[in-house]
């Protein structure tokens, strides 16, 4: 193999001394040495070891047309060399972002047709909770400010983004969450459902959201946020009878309803958005990730024509970042939403890959591991448990046996990420079937390799 770079172990040790990486454990990482990805093609990423890794999590729930596509070269080359950056603060636009934002607006659904442009899912999410504060205030009712989002819910790790989302483990740190938040139950049926019915539980759970405002008072709620499909929280699906209770009681208590598709959007539930696979209707839709398919950083907030002409007509909004609609960036989305299109690779998810992945992946549900076989369009779940039939969780600190699996998937080959004790994929939407198969040949390898060690040390055990 040709190498342009240094020696792995070279790599790792000035990792080690300079770069600190998000959501870490510095000191383990550095003692074990970070694995060091060098070039991506297609579905594949390829160390420098040489080893050829199927990518089961599309670089990070975002490389959606895949690796190495030229196009989206040429688009960021070109617009460099036309006009490598504007702002669009000072009554000042360039035509890449205004035209993003009109493509934008056509593709999402219902009276979406208005984009506030950001670098980042986590700002988007920081710009929804500014705007929909602003809406209410603007509207004279500057005390209907509480924004509800969902326990276990992700929406970003800034102090914003990270208050609204559900981790308490970012909670924890920095004095998050900032006030005027609250928070409610996710509908995950597994672990959470007890003895109700999957349709009970997802009733119960969005009922609440009515609880939670009638306790605050419906003139204190401003916004609900939630994924249409969570993903980082473990790709949890949820009970159809979910989301119609969520947008009655929306509309019922004139709550706005915030979608963030920063996974779900792009493609990756069949739909160029989660909220049309779970036919919602929101205000406010944050996007990120597979809107440029993540070669070159840009979210936004896509809302409604009532939410912009309200903002709009209440003086200046204090608000923005220096690459709010970065020129470059805006052209490599347009780029990757013309090969999406173009190419019908979400119709194709739709109808012919995202079938055959769901086929593949609930055949895994019959391992002895493997308890429910979750997926949606292109993003997919497994719970390990001990015992299925009961639903136990491992007796084992939580995620201890999810990370022995990654460890396994890694060595063989395959990149699938765990949460708790859950195995999650959201492969590059360009997979072809074989690909596919590969991916389900390398994961039953692993989660059998990880059955078999579970069983040697003594792990088999419900909690
Ligand atoms: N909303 C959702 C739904 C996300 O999944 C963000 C907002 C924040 O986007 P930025 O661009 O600020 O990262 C995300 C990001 C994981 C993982 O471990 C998931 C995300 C980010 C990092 C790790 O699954 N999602």
């Known amino acids: 193999?040709?190498?342009?770079?240094?020696?792995?172990?070279?790599?790792?040790?000035?990792?080690?001394?300079?770069?600190?990486?998000?959501?870490?454990?510095?000191?383990?990482?550095?003692?074990?040495?970070?694995?060091?990805?060098?070039?991506?093609?297609?579905?594949?990423?390829?160390?420098?070891?040489?080893?050829k890794i199927i990518d089961g999590m599309a670089g990070l729930w975002c490389i959606n047309v895949g690796y190495g596509r030229e196009e989206l070269v040429d688009a960021a080359s070109r617009q460099m060399r036309q006009l490598a950056f504007y702002n669009t603060f000072f009554q000042t636009s360039h035509v890449p972002a205004l035209s993003l934002a009109k493509r934008l607006s056509e593709l999402a659904p219902g009276n979406l047709n208005h984009v506030f442009f950001s670098g980042s899912g986590s700002d988007s999410n920081d710009t929804n909770i500014r705007m929909v504060r602003q809406y209410w205030a603007l509207k004279g009712l500057p005390e209907k400010n509480i924004i509800i989002g969902r326990w276990n819910g992700y929406h970003g790790s800034t102090i914003g983004a990270g208050s609204v989302g559900g981790m308490?483990?970012?909670?924890?740190?920095?004095?998050?969450?900032?006030?005027?938040?609250?928070?409610?139950g996710q509908p995950d049926w597994w672990s959470e459902g007890d003895d109700m019915s999957p349709e009970e539980f997802g009733l119960a759970r969005a009922r609440e959201l009515e609880a939670k405002i009638l306790e605050l008072g419906e003139n204190r709620v401003a916004a609900f946020i939630?994924?249409?499909?969570?993903?980082?929280?473990?790709?949890?699906?949820?009970?159809?009878?979910?989301?119609?209770?969520?947008?009655?009681?929306?509309?019922e208590y004139e709550i706005l309803l915030i979608a963030d598709e920063v996974i779900c959007g792009f493609g990756r539930t069949g739909n160029?958005?989660?909220?049309?696979?779970?036919?919602?209707?929101?205000?406010?839709?944050?996007?990120?990730?597979?809107?440029?398919?993540?070669?070159?950083?840009?979210?936004?907030?896509?809302?409604s024509d009532d939410v912009a002409?309200?903002?709009?007509?209440?003086?200046?909004?204090?608000?923005?970042?220096?690459?709010?609609?970065?020129?470059?960036?805006?052209?490599?989305?347009?780029?990757?939403?013309r090969i999406l299109e173009?190419?019908?690779?979400?119709?194709?998810v739709r109808t012919t890959t995202a079938p055959y992945l769901k086929k593949k992946w609930e055949s895994l549900s019959e391992h002895p591991m493997v308890g429910e076989a979750r997926i949606a369009g292109m993003m997919a779940s497994l719970a390990l448990t001990p015992d299925k039939a009961s639903r136990a969780k491992f007796a084992s600190e939580t995620g201890t046996v999810g990370y022995m699996c990654r460890e396994r998937c890694f060595n063989n080959d395959l990149i699938m990420r765990h949460v708790g004790d859950r195995m999650i994929i959201s492969p590059p939407l360009v997979i072809s079937e074989s690909e596919i198969d590969l991916l389900i040949d390398r994961a039953w390898q692993s989660i059998d390799e990880t059955y078999n060690a579970v069983k040697s040390q003594g792990l088999w055990q419900a909690a």
């Open 1 to 51: 193999m040709l190498e342009n770079h240094l020696p792995t172990a070279d790599l790792q040790a000035i990792d080690a001394e300079h770069h600190l990486h998000p959501f870490t454990d510095g000191d383990a990482l550095n003692a074990k040495g970070a694995r060091i990805i060098v070039k991506g093609e297609g579905v594949f990423v390829t160390d420098s070891e040489g080893h």
């Open 272 to 303: 160029w958005f989660g909220s049309q696979t779970v036919n919602i209707r929101p205000d406010l839709m944050t996007i990120a990730k597979g809107l440029t398919s993540g070669y070159v950083p840009m979210g936004a907030s896509i809302v």
């Open 226 to 251: 939630a994924e249409p499909i969570q993903g980082a929280g473990g790709v949890i699906v949820p009970p159809d009878t979910y989301w119609p209770e969520i947008q009655r009681i929306c509309d």
């Open 168 to 184: 308490k483990g970012i909670h924890a740190q920095g004095g998050l969450p900032i006030p005027n938040v609250a928070h409610i």
């Open 309 to 337: 002409s309200v903002i709009n007509s209440g003086g200046e909004f204090a608000h923005g970042y220096t690459y709010s609609g970065h020129p470059v960036a805006a052209a490599v989305a347009l780029e990757n939403l």
């Open 342 to 348: 173009e190419e019908g690779i979400i119709d194709r």
